[in-house]
């Protein structure tokens, strides 16, 4: 039983235009969560988080929102760049546990 | 230069034997960890250790065994008793928790034929 779950297995994005990767989790106690992005033959490097005090943090061209009673989070990168392209993933994490990952959503940004 | 280092990139073993992953981390971190990624899967957790001389199970640790005698190094051992062990293995670590900043080694991909 996955809790939590990137239902787009890719997404495919023109440079320049918005990237929209979805999350979901079932696990209304997670408090802290976490987007990762790895690069093929590379361990995932950390890109954003949001506690579940907030409802959108912002980095630069990445914002996280996080939608607490429809359990939905959600990253928005723009303006969308080749090198965005890469592997994302959710995680979440309840009261400084363990984190749970999503399975990841691969993200080509086409020229 | 500081950095986690895995390895080698690429194991391959014959059914029946163990195999140990090696990881290595110079940031003073305190905690490390072992994921596991299969395909169309996330990292699931194998080991973790917060401290030295002190790790705990994971989500998936049967088969696998791990030691924490310096805090720089956190090797996997693969035993022959885990099913499946065909997979990209993933060493972290972080400072203190795992909700801190966890920092990936590269990954060792174990091929058992």
């Known amino acids: 039983d996955q809790q939590v779950k990137q239902n787009s297995p890719s997404l495919s994005v023109q440079e320049g235009r918005i990237s929209i990767l979805n999350c979901d989790y079932t696990n209304s106690m997670f408090d802290y969560f976490l987007w990762y992005k790895k690069y093929p033959a590379e361990g995932p490097t950390f890109l954003i988080s949001i506690s579940s005090i907030k409802d959108k943090n912002e980095d630069g061209r990445f914002t996280v929102f996080l939608n607490k009673s429809a359990k939905h989070l959600s990253l928005h990168i723009v303006p969308s760049q080749p090198g965005d392209s890469a592997v994302y993933f959710c995680a979440a994490s309840e009261s400084n546990y363990q984190l749970i990952w999503g399975a990841g959503t691969k993200l080509i940004i086409k020229p | 230069d500081g950095g986690i280092t895995q390895s080698p990139k690429y194991l391959f073993r014959k059914e029946g034997q163990n195999v140990t992953l090696s990881c290595e981390q110079n940031?003073?971190?305190?905690?490390m960890y072992w994921y596991r990624q299969d395909p169309g899967q996330g990292l699931r957790l194998i080991y973790y250790?917060?401290?030295?001389?002190?790790?705990q199970k994971g989500d998936i640790a049967e088969g696998y065994s791990v030691s924490r005698e310096k805090k720089e190094s956190f090797p996997l051992t693969v035993t022959s008793a885990q099913k499946n062990p065909t997979a990209f293995y993933l060493c972290?670590?972080?400072?203190?928790?795992?909700?801190?900043?966890?920092?990936f080694g590269p990954g060792t991909r174990l091929t058992v034929l």
């Open positions: 972290a670590s972080s400072m203190r928790s795992s909700t801190d900043t966890q920092y």
């Open positions: 250790s917060q401290i030295v001389n002190d790790f």
């Open positions: 940031l003073n971190h305190d905690a």
